[in-house]
């Protein structure tokens, strides 16, 4: 097959670029970007069974004007000191502008559904009817926020002159004042509206100008506030500080995952609000005051902002890296320019097939097909593509130098080439490709679209290496010089020029037993090590941020001042269809009663309609005597009380209650986990058990709520790849080879360099992170294993085809000799090239490794903060491909096949 399509190539080749030229062009053009089809998070892809989903769904139908997906928090804190009076008008200035930011947002939501329920035909309709009520919900939501800015605004000009908070509030004040304009005209009074236009005016019309024109630029962005939480709210005073001594707490409710995409630019839109604060709070001389920005939003800003800096780098030092190597491999610009060529239009064009595959779902009939891609998945992509795409690529070029030696003439040594290694690439492309197929059968949604998009994306690689390669060989061939030099250079054609490949050769054939049990013996301890790490590991998304990261810092001063659980409560969520909560009196004793049940091990608080501010565990009572217990009393009935905590939308109403459960333990600790599996439990007693909970329904929601439910979710996809993979890789290999013995031999020994591989990183990372170190991301070992199992059996069935094929003609020594020593050169430097190509994945931390001596070197490599995650699988991957470059294909592999030629003849003299 490769003969033929190597005969159509030489004599087409001129069509053959074209055509790849035009696919790339018509993918770039045509195609969508993939940064604007990419999306991110990763509780979003959760299986629909899972009980924060179902939590998730529940508060989303149940509290659809609470339905908040993640938050951010600001706190502002003094360190080493209390809080002054002019420091909390600091507090109170991030309060009114986001308060503002509300409204307005709020007031585009309403105009948004009022165009619909404009288009409507009939105003009597059940949908009309449901649009109307959101609508009064949004006017009124916008009504509460503008009235507590102008509120704020008002008592902050009466008295931060007296605190000597100065600054120019002009700009804010009329800004609110025309939020609320745009609210009466949304209202339909247009009379109010034009007398809030006038105050507005009073603040300098050269202002209202500015934030008219301000506001058409806010309009392309719509803030996902829902809600926003202050101190002086009797609701939430205690929890967000009002009588903390350090410290106040400003929470933003947001509708986005805390790792959507959109997170990126509202976190720099969130910036600029909390610059202009810490701008104002240094020209008032508040030194040691500090406004930081943490919350799970934040988090997942950061990390995308991370992710984004990580492929940036990614992209740029594999290109850096691969050229190098290949200049160092070749010396030759041509056979440089080769692969690169190669590999751009191969990346070019998959991308542009992944990114328009993605709006397929949108042609009718199509529906059914849902592609998603993540912005992580594009650094795999990447990588992947560009190592073993260059592998391919060398492999060919290898074997075509070899060929050139025999005067064929070059168009005949490009189709003897192709042929003699286009099944040994099929082979290799295969175990990739279908090993990354297979995690179509996971149940985590970012694992079942990433395999597959990489495994796709490498297969139009491979197509790519065995067309457009040999056509633009073709097409330089009067560049190229067939002369002495060429035959000179030919090192890896020649067993003469390769005095160590020749003398590994002779000593593996003559001394297989004691090198393989040596080797063994070394590898076992390490991947012991490696079987016991692949279950120790961690889902703290916190801790795999850099410390340089503001999230992280915002986190850390709010765990010094705040209680590190009450960040990130767990929520449970309870449906009974024949409770009212709201007016029943046994209903609410029996939610009171569940509200103690809930402080299990590891409890603070639990805060519920009956004890809003979770200050009363089952021991303690109320004494009337204490101002606090006058206070919780009072807010029991609180319409705001009962809007948090128990459902007010239409089929739920007064069914379903919601409870937040304070653990003093961090959200993405294994200990919070084990909290929320002691609290499943006493609730699924509880609806099993006779009584009056029997039968109703509960379910949890938060970040501890969807780590447990990833960890689980995940860890059994593993599993589930890790068998799959195996069996995909040795179908493949049994098909290719036809050598059982053999087949078998390859999986194992490629599964001996995961573990071992697993547990070298583990240590490593042990020993560089010291304490702090928690385990490796728990994406490491699915993806490690999946493609080192996959894409190191490339090296391995390139050299066993050539073992193979030189074995007939040699014999059976002989020709593992010759085999070894045509092919050690070519698979070391492939090794080496995706080694450096996994390597550019920890391509963030080299600024922080390259010493300040080098300035010119570390500008190269900015400090960015990179993601851990993407640091321990990227070196994980590059020592894996290591161990088997240079342990398990030169020694190993060799060492087995010369052992099993001993079983089928007599072994040669050792000279």
């Not at 004494?623 to 948090?644: A, G, I």
């Not at 006779?690 to 509960?698: E, H, L, N, S, V």
């Amino acid at each position: 097959m490769f003969i033929h399509l190597g005969q159509f190539v030489v004599k087409h080749w001129r069509l053959v670029i074209l055509l790849w030229l035009v696919a790339a062009v018509l993918a770039r053009v045509a195609a969508p970007r993939w940064d604007d089809v990419a999306q991110d998070g990763d509780f979003a892809y959760l299986p629909a069974q899972m009980k924060s989903v179902v939590g998730e769904r529940l508060l989303r139908e149940a509290f659809p004007h609470n339905r908040s997906k993640s938050q951010i928090v600001l706190v502002v804190a003094r360190e080493g000191g209390e809080l002054t009076g002019v420091d909390r008008f600091a507090a109170y200035d991030l309060a009114r502008r986001f308060l503002n930011i509300l409204g307005a947002s709020r007031i585009a939501r309403g105009q948004h559904l009022q165009k619909e329920i404009s288009r409507g035909k009939n105003p009597g309709s059940p949908r009309t009817k449901a649009l109307q009520t959101r609508l009064d919900v949004e006017i009124a939501a916008a009504e509460h926020a503008l009235e507590e800015t102008i509120r704020l605004n008002r008592d902050f000009a009466s008295e931060r002159v007296l605190e000597r908070y100065s600054g120019d509030d002009r700009r804010i004040n009329a800004s609110a004042h025309l939020n609320l304009s745009r609210l009466r005209e949304l209202q339909g009074d247009h009379q109010a509206a034009e007398q809030e236009r006038r105050r507005a005016d009073k603040y300098g019309q050269e202002i209202v100008r500015q934030l008219l024109d301000a506001q058409r630029d806010e309009n392309k962005f719509e803030w996902p506030l829902l809600d926003v939480w202050t101190w002086y709210e009797d609701v939430f005073r205690e929890r967000l500080g009002r009588n903390h001594p350090h410290a106040r707490l400003v929470v933003l409710h947001l509708s986005n995952e805390f790792m959507a995409t959109a997170n990126i630019e509202l976190m720099r839109r969130l910036n600029q609000q909390v610059a202009e604060v810490r701008q104002r709070i240094r020209a008032n001389h508040l030194e040691g005051l500090q406004v930081l920005v943490t919350g799970s939003a934040a988090v997942g800003g950061d990390m995308l902002l991370s992710a984004r800096d990580s492929v940036r780098n990614t992209e740029m030092f594999t290109v850096i890296m691969i050229v190098g190597l290949l200049v160092f491999i070749y010396r030759s610009p041509v056979l440089v320019l080769l692969p690169l060529i190669t590999i751009a239009a191969a990346l070019v064009v998959s991308m542009g097939i992944v990114a328009a595959l993605t709006r397929l779902h949108g042609i009718p009939g199509f529906s059914w097909f849902n592609l998603q891609v993540f912005t992580t998945t594009r650094i795999f992509v990447v990588v992947i593509l560009f190592g073993a795409g260059t592998d391919y690529c060398l492999f060919f070029i290898s074997r075509y130098r070899e060929e050139a030696l025999s005067e064929a003439g070059p168009e005949r040594s490009i189709v003897q080439a192709l042929g003699g290694v286009g099944d040994a690439l099929l082979a290799s492309s295969l175990t990739t490709i279908l090993g990354l197929a297979t995690m179509f059968f996971t149940e985590f949604g970012k694992f079942r679209n990433s395999g597959p998009i990489i495994g796709l994306c490498l297969c139009i690689t491979f197509l790519a290496c065995v067309t457009l390669t040999p056509a633009l060989l073709r097409g330089f061939q009067p560049l190229m010089a067939w002369s002495r030099r060429m035959r000179g250079a030919a090192t890896t054609a020649t067993a003469n020029d390769s005095p160590f490949w020749r003398a590994l050769a002779r000593v593996i054939t003559g001394y297989p037993e004691p090198i393989l049990l040596v080797s063994l013996a070394i590898m076992a301890p390490l991947a012991g090590i490696g079987w016991i790490s692949s279950g120790r590991v961690t889902y703290d998304f916190l801790a795999g941020l850099d410390a340089r990261r503001p999230s992280r810092q915002g986190a850390e001063l709010y765990n010094r001042h705040f209680s590190v659980g009450d960040k990130s409560p767990i929520t449970v969520v309870v449906r009974k269809p024949d409770a009212d909560f709201n007016e029943g009196r046994e209903d609410r004793k029996q939610l009171g009663q569940l509200t103690h049940l809930l402080y299990v091990a590891g409890v603070t608080s639990v805060r519920s309609l009956t004890d809003p501010m979770g200050d009363y565990p089952p021991k303690k009572r109320y004494s009337l005597w204490q101002r606090k217990d006058w206070r919780t009393l009072f807010m029991r009935p609180h319409q705001r009380t009962t809007e948090v905590y128990v459902s007010q939308a239409p089929g739920y109403r007064g069914k379903v209650s919601r409870l937040e459960v304070i653990s003093e333990y961090d959200p993405f600790s294994k200990e919070a986990i084990a909290v929320l599996s002691a609290l499943d439990e006493t609730l699924a007693r509880l609806s099993e058990s006779p009584g009056y909970w029997q039968g109703a329904q509960f379910a949890f929601q938060g970040t501890t709520a969807s780590i447990s439910d990833l960890r689980k979710v995940t860890q059994s996809d593993t599993r589930r790849i890790q068998v799959l993979v195996v069996l995909t890789v040795f179908a493949v290999l049994l098909v290719v080879l036809r050598k059982p013995t053999v087949c078998v031999f390859m999986v194992a020994s490629v599964l001996l360099t995961y573990f071992v591989t697993l547990g070298m990183s583990d240590m490593f990372f042990r020993v560089l992170e010291g304490d702090g170190y928690q385990g490796l991301d728990w994406k490491t070992p699915l993806f490690l294993f999946v493609i080192l199992v996959a894409i190191g059996q490339d090296y391995n069935v390139y050299l066993a085809t050539r073992v193979f094929e030189e074995q007939k003609r040699f014999g059976p020594f002989t020709g593992l000799r010759r085999a070894v020593l045509r092919t050690g050169g070519i698979i070391t430097s492939c090794g080496l090239i995706m080694a450096g190509a996994f390597l550019a994945m920890t391509s963030s931390v080299w600024g922080d490794i390259i010493p300040d001596s080098l300035p010119l070197l570390k500008g190269l490599f900015p400090a960015d903060g990179a993601l851990k995650a993407m640091v321990q699988l990227g070196f994980s991957l590059a020592l894996g491909v290591l161990l088997d470059t240079f342990i398990v294909r030169p020694v190993l592999f060799p060492a087995f096949l010369a052992l099993l030629c001993r079983w089928q003849s007599p072994p040669p003299a050792v000279k």
